[in-house]
């Protein structure tokens, strides 16, 4: 008897091993960060809500940033986290030069297998003129078909919202993005109308899968509220 009921018992609390929480590509990320890219010309644009709980503890944080002329990116997740796999984003261009997809894939392959990178919980969007890629620690890096994609809760909202206006004749990039993202942060709780926006138009010369030529660099951001 005793040896069948050992057999069955249940581990104690304290003996069981705690495993790791693998991370999850479509984990909920409070926050809306769309990407669209439309004639030569790529926007991205973010929300500038910060959420704890059931808080807004900040309305105007930046969510994208220039990576390097020519190459933009945003985040949803943590911003400890997104800023150290900016870093080393940074790392991978430099020994990639010109070469976005490689750099990418590089990060995704590092985030994955490296012990202490792969606890970082964010998302990524990184776009220049030619691609555009979500990465996650999941090993993922998917380029849309249509040059449209969005991260975070109000994600889905905002990407559904653009790919049904990318096709409209005399709709831009960037009118397109706004009126996607309007509607995202309409809809979605943890999305405000405070964006900011970073944009790569379509006489910039670097990024792409080809080396970026000095003298012919350009960057073009910029930053637009609306409340």
Same mark, same amino acid.
Not at 4 to 30: C, D, K
Not at 99 to 104: G, I, M, P, S
Not at 159 to 177: E, F, H, N, P, Q
């Given at each position: 008897?005793?040896?069948?009921?050992?057999?069955?018992?249940?581990?104690?609390?304290?003996?069981?091993?705690?495993?790791?929480?693998?991370?999850?590509?479509?984990?909920?990320?409070?926050?809306? +960060?769309?990407? +669209?890219?439309?004639a030569g010309q790529t926007v991205v644009m973010a929300d500038g809500q910060v959420t704890m709980g059931s808080e807004i503890v900040k309305p105007n944080v930046k969510k994208v940033r220039v990576i390097q002329p020519g190459v933009v990116g945003g985040f949803a997740?943590?911003?400890a986290d997104a800023f150290t796999l900016f870093e080393r984003l940074e790392t991978k261009l430099?020994?990639?030069?010109?070469?976005?997809?490689?750099?990418?894939?590089?990060?995704?392959?590092a985030w994955r297998n490296d012990k202490y990178l792969r606890r970082l919980e964010a998302t990524m969007v990184v776009a220049d003129k030619h691609h555009t890629f979500q990465i996650t620690g999941g090993?993922? +890096?998917?380029?849309?078909?249509?040059?449209?994609?969005?991260?975070?809760?109000?994600?889905?909202?905002?990407?559904?919202?653009?790919?049904?206006?990318?096709?409209?004749?005399?709709?831009?990039?960037?009118?397109?993005?706004?009126?996607?993202m309007n509607i995202a942060a309409d809809t979605c709780v943890y999305t405000n109308h405070n964006f900011i926006i970073e944009s790569i138009g379509p006489n910039d010369d670097a990024g792409g899968d080809e080396p970026a030529k000095k003298g012919d660099e350009k960057e073009k951001g910029g930053k637009e509220s609306k409340k």
């Open positions: 008897r005793r040896a069948l009921s050992s057999a069955f018992a249940q581990p104690s609390s304290s003996s069981s091993v705690a495993l790791a929480r693998p991370f999850s590509s479509s984990a909920h990320h409070a926050t809306t +960060v769309l990407c +669209v890219r439309k997740g943590a911003t430099e020994e990639h030069p010109g070469q976005l997809t490689r750099a990418c894939v590089e990060l995704a392959k090993g993922d +890096v998917i380029e849309p078909h249509d040059g449209v994609i969005g991260i975070g809760s109000g994600g889905p909202y905002a990407t559904a919202a653009a790919r049904a206006l990318v096709d409209i004749d005399g709709m831009d990039a960037m009118t397109v993005a706004k009126k996607a």
